[in-house]
């Protein structure tokens, strides 16, 4: 199970945390990817983490604005992101990506966190 | 790697056979998959590397292709299959993952 919070409200430019906490399967065996939804808009990966943090990829509409980070020890993956912009704005997903000697896709996801970027 | 999904919209009646299309701007070393999404709801994986049903996907669900084109088959559709769909891939290199911008499969 995949639950998102830290969603909210924010101004342009300003930061929000995004967290991720996960149950019922062992963490550290996974990638993870956090993925975007504008309103009425399709789905935009963001970034992705290996289990251990050693891999660690962003797409170049958030690349050094947003920081993907993991806590094994406390099952959490996390989503920092600064110098936020009104295209922002979204439902934010987490999901579970395996990968392995293929690609075995995003199998598992949580119910989003609504972000809203205005002044 | 750009994925092109075609048609945009598709009108069905259930019982009818939707043939959903994903194109790559070019072609690539890795796997496709794809997702149904609902009003309201996260995603759901139901097919991957290119043609084998994730767990609990029913068998009217089935992928296919190779190179640059994909296809994603629903042998008769049930009312609970209205959704949009969307493919994506994760490549190789560079490592990045796309998807495509959906199709919204709506009940004629």
Known sequence: QLVESGGGLAKPGGSLRLSCAVSGFPFTDYYMSWVRQAPGQGLEWLA???GRSDYINYADSVKGRFTISRDNAKNSLYLQMNSLRAEDTAVYYCARDVVGADYYGMD??????A???SS | ????????TLSLSPGE???LFCRASQ???????WYQQKPGQAPRLLIYETSYRATGIPARFSGSGSGTDFTLTISSLEPEDFAVYYCQLRGNWP???????GTRLEIK
């Open chain 1, 48 to 50: 992705y983490i290996s």
């Open chain 2, 27 to 33: 072609s690539f070393r890795s796997s496709l998959a």
């Open chain 1, 108 to 113: 598992v996801w949580g119910q989003g966190t």
């Open chain 2, 1 to 8: 790697i750009v994925l092109t999904q075609s048609p945009v």
């Open chain 1, 115 to 117: 972000v809203t970027v």
């Open chain 2, 17 to 19: 056979r939707a043939t």
């Open chain 2, 95 to 101: 490592p990045a993952v796309t998807f495509g911008q």
